[in-house]
T-cell receptor, first 119, second 118 residues
Framework: AQSVTQLDSHVSVSEGTPVLLRCNYS??????LFWYVQHPNKGLQLLLK??????LVKGINGFEAEFKKSETSFHLTKPSAHMSDAAEYFC?????????????????FGQGTILTVHP | GAVVSQHPSRVICKSGTSVKIECRSL??????MFWYRQFPKKSLMLMAT?????????EQGVEKDKFLINHASLTLSTLTVTSAHPEDSSFYIC??????????????FGPGTRLTVL
């Protein structure tokens, strides 16, 4: 079984300040982890992914995330927020395709974190 | 690369009618496509998984006779909402996965379809 918990439903920051969106996961198998961003009434855009290579993953638009197995965390960070970063962010876990079990081939989404950026 | 399109982006229909939503992978072959539903201010809920040329696998609680899924080719999957009712109004999002992405299950998402049933 696998699950994802996004610890904050809303995060508000000022433009130019750091962003931290927290995510904890649970997985019976070595997971793949993703962060997606969704702007209002739009589909999902992949920010970055962890697939068992480097634990510090760099993504698009200055975002990065660190996979910490001991803490079962995959927090998303950005050094300096921009107004265009305002959106909803989803942390997603997937069991590996060959891992089997009921989570086989499925993505499990966190509840989402709405990021607000103030001028 | 890895672009997924959906059509239509927005549809309004009368109660009792059927609506078809198309999902296409534009620049890769999608051996597996997924259909999600997203309620307002909620996360995505997986409805079904379809593999090209075979029947879709529906998640628990999803009515397969109401939400018909066809994955006739490696670039096209369709979701038909039959006898739509107002409670079917939602944002439907598809995703596609290439065979090469099977190991890590990276999926590419379409832009979504807003369905409103009057």
């Amino acid at each position: 079984a696998q699950s994802v918990t996004q610890l904050d439903s809303h995060v508000s920051v000022s433009e130019g300040t750091p962003v931290l969106l927290r995510c904890n996961y649970s997985s019976s198998y070595s997971p793949s982890l993703f962060w997606y961003v969704q702007h209002p009434n739009k589909g999902l855009q992949l920010l970055l992914k962890y697939t068992s290579a480097a634990t510090l993953v760099k993504g698009i638009n200055g975002f990065e995330a660190e996979f910490k197995k001991s803490e079962t965390s995959f927090h998303l960070t950005k050094p300096s927020a921009h107004m265009s970063d305002a959106a909803e962010y989803f942390c997603v876990v997937s069991g590996l395709g060959n891992a089997g079990g009921t989570s086989y081939g499925k993505l499990t989404f966190g509840q989402g974190t709405i990021l607000t950026v103030h001028p | 690369g890895a672009v997924v399109s959906q059509h239509p982006s927005r549809v309004i229909c009368k109660s009792g009618t059927s609506v078809k939503i198309e999902c296409r992978s534009l620049d890769f072959q999608a051996t597996t496509m997924f259909w999600y539903r997203q309620f307002p201010k909620k996360s995505l809920m997986l409805m079904a998984t379809s593999n090209e040329g075979s029947k879709a696998t529906y998640e628990q609680g999803v009515e397969k006779d109401k939400f018909l899924i066809n994955h006739a080719s490696l670039t096209l999957s369709t979701l038909t909402v039959t006898s739509a009712h107002p409670e079917d109004s939602s944002f439907y999002i598809c995703s596609a996965r290439a065979l090469s992405q099977w190991t890590y299950n990276e999926q590419f998402f379409g832009p979504g379809t807003r369905l409103t049933v009057l």
